[in-house]
């Protein structure tokens, strides 16, 4: 291997391991606020790619259906409960959410052709779509069982990961798809050459997880979710809701995934089943941080797309299989060198 | 958004009806009524295990499974939760602090003013010049992360913290508890303060006589029943209260 193929596989490597990284703190922050182990992260990834890759073909893509869907399953429960505990003012707000605004955006697709929209449009119109997914799913699966036990949460998480993929092949279909690359600029840095996309890749994700540190470290929203990840009793003595703070870790996580599925479609071909393994790695990379460190994290999942590129060269039959064990010697030496203490006051 | 009228001082804050808490079969209290009246600090005292923080953990809604009417400030809301207490203006500062301890000190007094901000009320940095004042200590610290802090602190953290609300009542749970007596004398001084400033209070402390030195009225619970009520002088007079809780000698206290 030479210097030039070296570079080469390093800029790969880095260009995934940044979606990884992005995938990894959206599963670091949910685990910190919920207690869940987040699978169907990458779902989120598949429908953030497939969704622009429908609108960019003209079609009217499949999420509009599990957005009105999950919707009005939510008006219905909610509404209910409302009616029977006596809280009749919060109709509106829940109607607001869970049925206007699915239809308000539906009539939306109805009404523009997306194919002839900019491209940034196609991409806010995707975000819009798939991000109330996040809280909706939160509400529906997980906020009725907010309370159980880890492994309860992890059963259900699973169930969620398997209803999307199913669903994401009825929507989507089994072929996959590419979106139109959003620039044609390539770089030369040297002898390396980095096309556009690679550029932005990075600089997209550089700039995500600057704002998602600017968000936990000087917004009152922001700090408000890490004091419930440290102590959900003493954020709860402060009016932060649980429900609440788990509806905003999901919303973020859903926006992390849409916009990771956006960056990598020009690059990579998804299929309705793609993002679970690239979930997966993003995983991966959380656990080296003990799913509880941010930076740790992202620097574990730019070591699992580094490692993945380089074994894709030596080693390309074996490669998922090298990046997957990486986590064997990584528990290993994590549970070695932590020791488990019990949650301090 | 405009604050709604403060009540007169005939006023009940709380009133707590026929609470009563089972942990499964066991009964932790047992029909239990406590009133609140604007301005007065309300201690319940009692011995270990009597209860006492079952029933502010019941008030505020951290426990679920129970049966009785809470009033808080004319509102009896159907189940209470937390959230929807705080928003009426309720604080707790618990027994064990529950602070957020890898976050600074300055970070743990403004979430303090979460549900005020959510509120709409955008005064929680006036409000920490006004925590500071009362306790110059938490100043010094304020770049400081809470679990770095000595336990005196700590307290004055939590205090300061659910201060941060603005409560229109405030709970506090053993607030002397596993503090040096030098410190304890420093909080019930704070306690004292509070009351002039007009803050009402319903204070739950094993150490009976710091507790009934500040108070207006007070109960003692025993086994989760109210065993006794009457103002705090006339408890602290009471044979049987000097007896169980304060000692024979009389100079126990603080």
Excluded at chain 1, 141 to 153: M, R
Aim: glycine share 10%; aromatic share 8%; charged share 15%.
């Amino acid at each position: 291997m030479d210097m030039q193929i070296a570079l080469l596989l390093g800029q790969d490597g880095i260009t995934n391991g940044a979606i990884y990284a992005l995938l990894a703190l959206a599963l670091v922050l949910v685990f910190a606020v919920t207690r869940v182990i987040f699978i169907p992260q990458g779902e989120f990834v598949t429908l953030g790619a497939l969704t622009l890759a429908n609108l960019q073909a003209g079609k009217t893509p499949g999420t509009i259906w599990l957005l009105l869907g999950a919707g009005a399953a939510i008006a219905v429960i909610d509404c209910t409960i409302s009616l029977r505990t006596g809280t009749i003012r919060r109709i509106p707000r829940i109607l607001l959410w869970s049925v206007a605004y699915p239809c308000g955006t539906a009539l939306l697709l109805f009404l523009v052709n997306p194919a002839e929209l900019p491209m940034l449009a196609q991409v806010v119109l995707s975000l819009m779509l798939i991000m109330p997914l996040g809280p909706m799913i939160y509400r529906l699966a997980f906020q009725p069982v907010a309370e159980a036990s880890v492994l309860v949460l992890l059963i259900v998480s699973v169930a969620v990961h398997l209803t999307l993929v199913g669903l994401g092949l009825l929507f989507f279909g089994a072929e996959g798809s590419r979106t139109l690359a959003f620039s044609d600029a390539t770089f030369k840095f040297g002898s390396i050459l980095m096309s556009g996309q690679t550029v932005l890749v990075l600089a997209s994700s550089a700039l995500l997880i600057a704002a998602l540190f600017w968000f936990f470290e000087r917004t009152l929203y922001g700090k408000a979710l890490r004091a419930t990840a440290i102590n959900r009793t003493g954020a709860r003595l402060m009016g932060i809701s649980t429900v609440m703070a788990g509806r905003l870790s999901f919303l973020l996580a859903a926006m992390i995934g849409a916009l990771s599925g956006i960056l990598i479609a020009p690059i990579a071909t998804i299929y309705y089943d793609t993002g679970f393994l690239i979930g997966l790695k993003g995983f991966v990379g959380a656990i080296v941080g003990g799913l509880a460190s941010y930076p740790v994290a992202a620097a574990g999942a730019l070591l699992v797309g580094l490692l993945e590129a380089y074994s894709s060269f030596w080693a390309s039959a074996f490669k998922e299989v090298l990046v997957f064990t990486l986590i064997i010697p990584v528990l290993m030496w994590r549970s070695l060198t932590t020791h488990h203490v019990e949650q301090d006051e | 958004m405009s604050p709604k009228p403060m009540p007169t001082a005939t006023d009940g804050i709380l009133k707590v009806r026929d609470l009563s808490v089972s942990y499964g079969k066991v009964e932790a209290l047992h029909h239990v009524n406590i009133d609140v009246t604007v301005g007065q600090i309300v201690t319940v005292i009692g011995p270990n295990g009597a209860g006492k923080t079952t029933m502010l953990a019941s008030i505020i809604g951290l426990l679920p499974h129970q049966t009785g009417e809470i009033m808080f400030f004319g509102e009896t809301p159907v189940k209470i939760e937390v959230e929807r207490m705080v928003a009426l203006g309720m604080s707790l500062v618990p027994e064990n602090r529950e602070l957020f301890g890898e976050m600074s000190v300055e970070d743990n007094l403004l979430l303090g003013a979460f549900m005020r901000h959510r509120l709409g009320y955008r005064d929680e940095r006036e409000t920490m010049t006004h925590i500071y004042r009362i306790f110059p200590r938490l100043k010094e610290r304020q770049k400081q992360k809470a679990a770095t802090l000595s336990g005196g602190e700590r307290q004055m953290l939590a205090v300061g913290r659910a201060l941060m609300a603005k409560p229109r009542l405030l709970l506090l749970d053993e607030p002397s508890l596993g503090l040096a007596p030098l410190i304890v004398r420093e909080i019930f001084h704070i306690i004292a303060d509070l009351k002039k400033s007009g803050v009402s209070m319903l204070l739950v402390e094993q150490n009976a006589c710091a507790a009934l030195q500040v108070a207006d009225y007070a109960y003692v619970l025993e086994t989760g029943e109210v065993a006794m009520e009457g103002s705090a002088a006339e408890l602290a007079d009471d044979p049987r209260v000097i007896e169980s809780y304060l000692g024979l000698g009389g100079d126990v206290c603080l």
